[in-house]
């Protein structure tokens, strides 16, 4: 037999008294603790000057693939993204951030303008801290910050993970456009394992709607997020113009100056944001600091190459702009197919990534994994030597030497660190839902049909959603439109809904690649009578309950009875007393006892092991490790239980 997976919750630590905390024996010295700042840096690239003529319009294709192979608790890094900024380089002295925004009053280093925090569309590919549901693979979602970052938005009802709750009305700011495909608040799923396959996407400036005077001078450019994979091509969703010029209602100097009036800087290009990476640290005999952090992997092709972007492109008004504003007016539907003459392809550079870890340099990532651009203006990472079984991997460990972290091997690592059997915290198991809750304001007056729908995705979640006349989704309703205003936006998504499908040509394709797929789950035929001018508005996502989406072992824990759990069980090496354990059955009453005399209590309950309060380390809830046949099946048998993210085994 051999044990199984580890099924571990996120541990929910409650505060522990100093009392509690005098009778603690644990040997510091050697007992290494996760921590975060494990690793941060900027693998970017950077495009050439763009003429001022083709700066409505932005796009490119990232790869996409599993950057960890388990979801990890706190980690966020984003796959190659952008940043979309209006051009204010004309202002070179004057704040476009008020008194009062969080970039004005805490960056004084982005002064005098503050023009690189002022407005922004970003998201992309990624991985982020404030991920609620999880499967492997990475996630897709929009972002943006319209006003000096005091707000995020990100989907139609929600910030950028920040709340299970929706943004209040008056905040909203991206329109649901597509009526075949949902946005969830958690990021767009894919399909299967994506392997280096190719995503799509980029902002286009459109003019859905007419400039405006009121409540402030507003523009008509609707940015509109483009994609194009093999399942999913065309317009998604766009930024109301007002999303951009609401900074301006109280601060004149911004009139003009935001997105929905303003092209883009030059310059962009695709790169990975390394963030938020957790680590585990530990010193050995001699007092020597090493660092683990979790095994990044990059796939790599036959010439050790691993390609991040490529087709960075920019548009021209010629594009799509001027062909959508003869659309309203009357004129013929444009194919949406973007035209060689509307193009700019820049030249692409790149530059050595300054990793750090706890802010100290890292030696020897660089070496290993080259920032490089390409033949034809790809930007990626050339290795040093093969990858193994489709991927090159990242330095694990580091060595403090010196005034740097110097990337080392798994051998060189003293056992005596107990680094190598370091496992990072996984995300919570019963993660809490995002939703709208009954619906209110914007969201029910004038509100959706009546019929409800859900979606099950790759990542177990369950979405919910509704279906809202275009104009009455919850994005609108803040603003006091006249009738005329309405029906004239009405009437060109009815004649997108109408023209353009999501199987036709818009974003130029790859120059060389395979695109990947979305979850299908995500794509959705309107109802019968609802096909045109009715679109799909998520309003709730949840953890799935389905049996499919239950980890493989859960059914034998759930039947395990109490009895299941005695026995003695040892953290190895053993350094402690803490570290030698007996679970216990006394009268119905089941207790964790050490050998250093210390013992708590403990409960199970609905497939669910916990310490309890009496725990000097809080409140936590316990990973079960089962047996297992030859043919992999689970067995009632517990071989050993994760405390405190560590194997204690029986």
Known sequence: MRLSKILVATVLLTSCTQKKMEHMVVNDAVAPKQTYDGLHGYIESRSSTTPKAYRYGASFYSSVWSLIEQPIAGFQIGLPGTWFIPNNLDNTVTPLCPVGTIARDNWPERRPTYGDVFQTMEGGLGYWAGNIFHYGPPKYSMNATPDCYNNQIASPGWTFFRSSSPLPDNLLGIAQLSNRMLIPPDGLTFKGQPHGELVGYGYIALPLTEARSDPQPTGNQNWTLFLNTSNFKGPLAYYLPETWSRISHDYTFDHGRGLDARPIRSGMAGSMEINTVPQFQSRDALGILYSK????????????????????????????????????????????????????????????????????????????????????NVFGLQWSSPG??????????????????????????????????????????????????????????????????????????????????????????????????????????????????????????????????????LLVTPPIGLEVGYVPVVVAQEKSTTDACLPQEQPVINNLKIESFLGSYKRLPVENNWHSVNVVLEGSKLWWRNAANVKWGLSFSNGVLQTEGDCPYGVSTLGIVLAQDSKGDYLSEVTGLIFKNELYQR
């Open 293 to 376: 952090i979790p095994q990044l992997q990059f796939p790599i092709d036959g010439q050790n190459r691993t390609v991040l972007v490529r087709d960075v492109t920019f548009y021209s008004k010629q594009a799509l702009f001027n062909d959508v504003e003869s659309w309203r007016n009357g004129g013929d539907a444009p194919s949406g197919a973007i035209s060689e003459g509307s193009l700019y392809r820049p030249s692409i550079r790149t530059r050595p990534v300054t990793y750090r870890q706890n802010g100290i340099t890292i030696i020897g990532i660089n070496e290993r994994a080259t920032p490089s651009v390409f033949s034809g």
């Open 388 to 521: 193994e079984n489709g991927f090159a991997k990242f330095p694990q460990y580091f060595k403090h030497q010196g005034n740097s972290r110097v990337a080392v091997d798994a051998d060189d690592v003293p056992s005596e660190t107990l680094l190598h059997d370091k496992e990072f915290r996984k995300p919570a198991s019963t993660p809490s839902p995002y939703s709208v809750g009954p619906l209110q304001g914007s969201w029910s007056n004038p509100g959706p049909i009546v019929n409800t729908y859900e979606a099950m995705l790759t990542d177990c979640s369950k979405v919910t959603y509704r279906w809202y006349r275009f104009i009455d989704q919850p994005v609108f309703q803040q603003y006091d439109w006249t009738d005329e205003e309405k029906n004239s936006l009405q009437a060109i998504v009815e004649k997108i809904h109408t023209s353009w499908s999501i199987d036709q040509k818009y974003l130029p394709e790859p120059s060389e690649g395979i695109l990947a797929s979305f979850d299908p789950a």
